[in-house]
């Protein structure tokens, strides 16, 4: 079996008010066999991108998926093989690949990662800034029981200014206070985390976590910005808030330094971002080595979700998914498959080989706002 085409499709799909942008790839074959995977965080370079790399492994056996991958990678050390664009262009490769492999051979993917610890992957709804208590009351419903709220404010009045992300004691108090709210709102049983995206400095961050210790948080994620591992790992070291990140981080080498300095509680890679489903999984099991749980970021759509939760179903330190796209009244329309991808809080890993859904070209091309073909 060798590698013939590798195609990509942008779109753009509108659902009432909200426009949701979704980026595949599908690599095709000399058997007839294909697979389709998803690449997030990309801009408008990523298209040429996968098309340089496609080139890269032309004639090489799918089923090969890390030399492939390293092909690629190793090929491109001079233009982004460490992190960024070319890293997330790689990553919906990735996933493709290891899809038209588990086609190949008849299996589920999550059976060629080292089988499954779990039949379901549990998630938790990231809800930004909707409301907390109708929120939580309706999650519960629908099976869930892990939420996830967003606190940074950039508008907060208390702010010294837009550019500054110190935290004066006013601003200090409207977060914890939000918090609070909150805890009391989504109530004692319900995991519960809190994002500031990256948006304090470290004092700041420190003031916030010791804060927010008596609300027995899930996770307090990404207080200061990623590229300083020594800031964050001081945040960590002086509070019970257990502390979250690794969205912004790329490949297994991007997480070295962060855990060996133990500078995180929960690591939180983002599988179809920094390298994919092989990638992913190998930084879980570092994480492992020092008792750090996994809890993929994921913002993408119904394919990529399924995906990921493969690698969440082979690995023992898996803790929760993260589902962006609660209310998403397209969200199923996306992909086929046998039953809802979403069942009960959870998604329900799929024993059909490769990933398991497939991509609904048919309802892609009629709903598409991008102009062209779907595949290019």
């Known amino acids: 079996m060798k590698i013939t085409e590798i195609k990509t499709a942008r779109v753009s799909l509108q659902a009432g008010a909200s ?16 697979g389709t995977g998803e690449a997030s965080h990309v801009d408008g370079g990523w298209r040429g991108s996968t098309q340089s790399m496609a080139r890269i492994i032309i004639g090489m056996d799918p089923r090969d998926v890390d030399a492939c991958f390293e092909k690629i990678r190793r090929s491109y050390i001079f233009r982004g093989g460490f992190s960024g664009l070319g890293i997330s262009a790689l990553s919906g490769i990735e996933v493709a690949l290891w899809d038209l492999a588990g086609k190949a051979q008849g299996v589920p993917v999550c059976r060629l990662l080292g089988g499954k610890f779990r039949d379901r992957v549990r998630l938790y709804v ?10 939580a009351q309706e999650l519960r419903a629908n099976g869930f029981d892990a939420v996830k709220f967003d606190l940074d404010d950039a508008a907060n009045p208390h702010k010294i200014d837009a550019w500054n992300w110190s935290v ?7 977060i914890v206070d939000q918090a609070f709210e909150i805890r009391d709102a989504v109530g004692s049983s319900m995991d519960l985390a809190i994002d500031l995206h990256g948006r304090y400095d470290a004092t700041a961050g420190m003031k916030i976590a010791h804060a927010l ?7 307090l994620e990404e ?21 979250c990140a690794g969205e912004n981080l790329y490949l297994r080498y991007g997480f070295r330094e962060l855990l060996e300095k133990q500078a995180v509680d929960i690591i939180m890679p983002d599988i179809s971002k920094c390298g994919g489903l092989s990638e992913s999984r190998k930084m879980a099991n570092m994480a492992e080595i020092y008792y750090i749980p996994f809890a993929p970021h ?14 969440c179903a082979s690995v023992p330190n ?18 086929i498959s046998d039953e809802p991808a979403i069942q009960d809080g959870h998604v329900m890993v799929p024993d059909k080989p490769g990933i398991g859904v497939e991509l609904n070209d048919e309802y892609l091309e009629k709903n598409n706002q991008e102009e062209g073909e779907l595949w290019q």
């Open 168 to 174: 004066k004691p006013d601003e200090l108090k409207l």
């Open 126 to 135: 990231d809800s930004a800034r909707a409301n907390c208590g109708e929120r």
């Open 318 to 335: 898996f803790l929760a998914l993260e589902f962006h796209r609660y209310g998403d009244p397209i969200w199923n329309d996306v992909i």
């Open 298 to 311: 994921n913002n993408s759509s119904a394919l990529s979700t399924v995906a990921d939760a493969h690698v």
């Open 223 to 243: 207080p200061v910005p990623p590229e300083n591992i020594d800031a964050i790992a001081k945040i960590t070291q002086s509070t019970t808030t257990p502390i």
């Open 213 to 219: 210790e008596p609300l027995n948080l899930m996770w």
């Open 19 to 34: 426009r949701y942008n979704y980026c595949y790839v599908r690599v095709y074959t000399d058997e007839g066999v294909y």
